[in-house]
């Protein structure tokens, strides 16, 4: 066999190598795969980034508007960042303002333009920030006012009513360290022009924990009040003026629920109380009682 005869076969075996190899891969390509969520079912998620990893988050609130989803984040020591694509990124929006302790954050259901921030982070460990009241944004978190109750230190939540967004209720957690007056639940109805105290602690160091409404029916709402002191030794969670309490008229007047007029609540006294009402049955409400 002479070189070019061999040349020639040589060439054929590729040609088929590559032949064979063509008709694997078309194959293969033509194969349906089964994809659901078995397949993935044994993946963890994990973190893939930045290193540079944030505090806490004190509060998260978002809408969606003609399918873009706009999200308000507030930091325990970072100040209010807004998202308008759903979380994918982020940019600070309060960083002109004189604290950056955040505690609530709220978008006004019939406004998305308009939100409210608490500032004072409401989980009162001994390294927590403190605020100067509550803030209001018209043009969706560009610029912000400061509205009043400045010496609450400390807002854990804010509910606006979802038929009217000048009525609004606050729940002001008041000074760690010491009493003062400013704390409880407040409501204005004139979009924070004025604030009326509607909830009272039973003493000074007694302030509003949490509050919780459904939006389907704003009128009716609850409030838990915490009775606490930090001090440098020591941190003390619980007290007479623990309790919950229910309004039925959007904040206006409040009843407390005790075993006079609910059961299975634990004795007294109590310690820090959380609460949320089911968005889809208003009468379940849930509560988690430090007792």
């Known amino acids: 066999m002479n070189s070019a005869e061999r040349s020639v076969r040589l060439k054929l075996r590729v040609w088929s190598v590559i032949s064979l190899l063509g ?8 194969t349906s795969y089964k994809f659901d969520a078995a397949t993935v079912s044994g ?3 994990r973190n893939i980034g ?19 989803i706009t999200v308000f984040v ?17 940019k600070p929006v309060f960083d002109r303002e004189a604290v950056q302790s955040i505690g609530a954050v709220t978008i006004d259901p019939s406004n998305p333009k308009t939100v409210w921030v608490g500032t004072g982070e409401a989980w009162v460990r001994n390294s927590v920030s403190v605020g100067d009241g509550v803030y209001k944004s018209t043009d969706g978190g560009e610029n912000w006012t400061n509205v009043g109750l400045k010496d609450s230190e400390h807002i854990a939540k ?10 609004v209720v606050v729940c002001a957690t008041g000074h760690l360290w ?22 009272a602690g039973a003493n000074g160091s007694s302030g509003c924990a949490l ?5 389907q029916e704003p009128k009716t709402m609850y409030a838990s009040m915490w009775d606490f002191r930090r001090e440098g030794w020591t941190f003390r969670s619980g007290g007479p003026g623990s309790g919950l309490f229910k309004s039925t008229d959007g904040g206006d007047h409040w ?20 609460i949320a009402v089911a968005p889809s049955t208003p009468p379940v409400v849930y509560a988690t009682i430090y007792a």
Do not use: C
């Open 255 to 274: 009843s407390e629920i005790q075993d006079s007029n609910a059961k299975g609540l634990p004795p007294k006294p109590w310690g820090r109380v959380a």
């Open 211 to 215: 509050l919780a409404m459904s939006q």
């Open 50 to 68: 930045s290193a540079t990893m944030s505090g806490r988050v004190a509060a998260v609130d978002a809408v969606e508007q003609d399918g873009r």
């Open 74 to 90: 507030g930091a325990a020591s970072g100040g209010v960042w807004k998202s308008v694509n759903g979380g994918t990124t982020y």
């Open 158 to 167: 804010i509910l606006v009513d979802p038929t009217n967004g000048n009525n």
């Open 43 to 45: 993946l963890p998620a």
């Open 178 to 199: 010491d009493d003062n007056d400013e704390r409880g639940v407040y409501k204005t109805t004139d979009g924070g022009k004025t604030w009326k105290k509607v909830l």
């Open 23 to 30: 008709s694997a891969i078309l194959a293969s390509a033509q």
